[in-house]
């Protein structure tokens, strides 16, 4: 298995344009989730999915949008990159038992530069 | 204010040293998970604890729930280089189970 695999790994965006972060799965996970990363903030939960067709919002969604037409796959849209959005992206996935003792798998994460 | 206070922010030590770090709350959790994200990679799951006063122990790692499931410890014995990395705690929020809670982490550099 290949586990939660992004793409791209590293990438530089001027402002006003857009992108599509990919994020797919090979462990038929329903769960997947979203965060960016930045130093003395932590990890902030963007958007999530419980699973195909369904999802949710979560601490910092403006800016981005999501889909999610597959349980492999749940990319993550920057509609007008702004330099605020520069951080480092992680997709997450588990299984959505209920639990909350559930691991969590996270992807190598993408890099983005919003110049 | 964060749910999840982790101490000490940041810590280097030399090869050798033990060290124990800290994941406290005023909340009470039904579980808590200890994550290691090493540079450049996403965090990955060192240990689940969910009873009350529980040890776990991972090769040289010991977590510790309290017996309040308020807090807990991770105390790592003969630190290597390879234990060097960012160390986070997570628990799930009780008002939605999908969401997980994360602590800011505690940056360790363990030099040879």
């Known amino acids: 298995n290949a586990g939660v695999t992004q793409t791209p790994k590293f990438q530089v965006l001027k402002t006003g344009q857009s992108m599509t972060l990919q994020c797919a799965q090979d462990?038929?996970?329903?769960?997947m989730s979203w965060y960016r990363q930045d130093p003395g903030m932590g990890l902030r939960l963007i958007h999530y999915?419980?699973?195909?067709?369904?999802?949710d919002q979560g601490e910092v969604p403006n800016g981005y949008n999501v889909s999610r037409s597959t349980t492999e796959d749940f990319p993550l849209r920057l509609l007008s990159a702004a330099p605020s959005q520069t951080s480092v992206y992680f997709c997450?996935?588990?299984?959505?038992?209920?639990?909350?003792?559930?691991?969590?798998?996270f992807g190598p994460g993408t890099r983005l530069t919003v110049l | 204010t964060q749910l999840l206070e982790q101490s000490p922010q940041f810590l280097s030590i030399q090869e050798g040293e033990n060290l124990t770090v800290y994941c406290n709350s005023s909340?009470?959790?039904?579980?808590l998970q200890w994550y290691r994200q090493e540079p450049g990679e996403g965090p990955v799951l060192l240990v689940t604890?969910?009873?009350g006063g529980e040890v776990k122990k991972l090769k040289r790692l010991t977590f510790q729930f309290g017996d309040a499931r308020k807090d807990s410890s991770l105390h790592i014995t003969a630190a290597q280089p390879g234990d060097t990395g960012l160390y986070l705690c997570?628990?799930?929020?009780?008002?939605?189970?999908?969401?997980?809670?994360w602590g800011l982490g505690t940056s360790l550099a363990v030099n040879p």
């Open positions: 997450a996935s588990s299984y959505a038992r209920h639990k909350g003792s559930d691991t969590q798998y």
């Open positions: 462990m038929n996970h329903e769960y």
């Open positions: 999915s419980v699973g195909a067709g369904i999802t």
């Open positions: 909340s009470v959790f039904s579980s």
């Open positions: 604890v969910v009873t």
């Open positions: 997570a628990v799930h929020n009780a008002g939605n189970n999908r969401k997980l809670i």
